[in-house]
């Protein structure tokens, strides 16, 4: 099963608002709830930051959001920061053979 | 959040085993009714879920890609998660993660604590 796809970059400008996007099928992103998005510097333990395609977790920014149709979900960013430069990854279950996906990761940029 | 703490790298010869275990401190919550996983990253690539386990359900889920050679265990009474791996090759090394679940008697929902990462080598 090949992972979800994402984009393998995006960039934008403090203030701006980027959008990331996590591409699967039916048989995952578009057939389940259970879509999340992690924040991860290489090295690091990644931070979550959208569960169930659009809750946020406590202490997270609401400056990030999460929404999907169909196949694709996204991440939405706005108001960017210096602090949100990381990848980032998304995640959906994909039924109970494949379990789960990953997405291939985003590397955001802030300029 | 609880505090996820594992035990310290690992460096392996090809062919043998290994051992991670994951320690969840802050013990406010009931251990065994939330969903522990296993990621790890590889240097230079992306996330890679290698399974999971809800204790109090018994046994383990794991990716395809593991199924042969992985275990993945709970000790309730010492809040300890272990993930094992057999047959290791040089394209194990990785950074190995657990993490726990948001909310109890939910597997697949996102996950908010994570443990720092263990650092697994195999080389010969």
């Known amino acids: 099963q090949s992972a979800l796809t994402q984009p393998r970059s995006v960039s934008g400008s403090p203030g701006q608002s980027v959008t990331i996007s996590c591409t699967g099928s039916?048989?995952?992103?578009?057939?389940?709830?259970?879509v999340s998005w992690y924040q991860h510097h290489p090295g690091k333990a990644p931070r979550l930051m959208i569960y169930d395609v659009r809750k946020r977790p406590s202490g997270v920014p609401d400056r990030f959001s999460g929404s999907k149709s169909g196949n694709t979900a996204s991440l939405t960013i706005s108001g960017l920061q210096a602090e949100d430069e990381a990848d980032y990854y998304c995640?959906?279950?994909?039924?109970?053979?494949?379990?789960?996906?990953f997405g291939g990761g985003t590397k955001l940029t802030v300029l | 959040q609880p505090q996820l703490v594992q035990s310290g790298p690992e460096v392996k010869r090809p062919g043998s085993s290994v051992k991670v275990s994951c320690e969840a401190h802050?013990?406010?919550?009931?251990?065994?009714?939330?969903?522990f996983v296993w990621v790890r990253q590889a240097p230079g690539q992306g996330l890679e879920w290698m399974g999971g386990i809800i204790p109090i359900f018994g046994p383990a889920k794991y990716a395809q890609n593991f199924q042969a050679r992985i275990t993945i265990t709970a000790d309730t009474a010492r809040r300890t998660v272990y993930m094992e791996l057999s047959s290791l090759r040089s394209e194990d090394t990785a950074l190995y993660f657990c993490?726990?679940?948001?909310?109890?008697?939910?597997?697949?929902?996102?996950?908010?604590?994570w443990g720092p990462g263990t650092l697994v080598t195999v080389s010969s």
């Open positions: 802050g013990g406010t919550f009931a251990f065994d009714t939330y969903a």
């Open positions: 039916s048989s995952d992103v578009g057939g389940y709830t259970y």
């Open positions: 995640y959906s279950y994909a039924g109970d053979h494949i379990f789960v996906l």
């Open positions: 993490a726990r679940a948001i909310s109890d008697l939910d597997f697949w929902t996102g996950f908010s604590a």
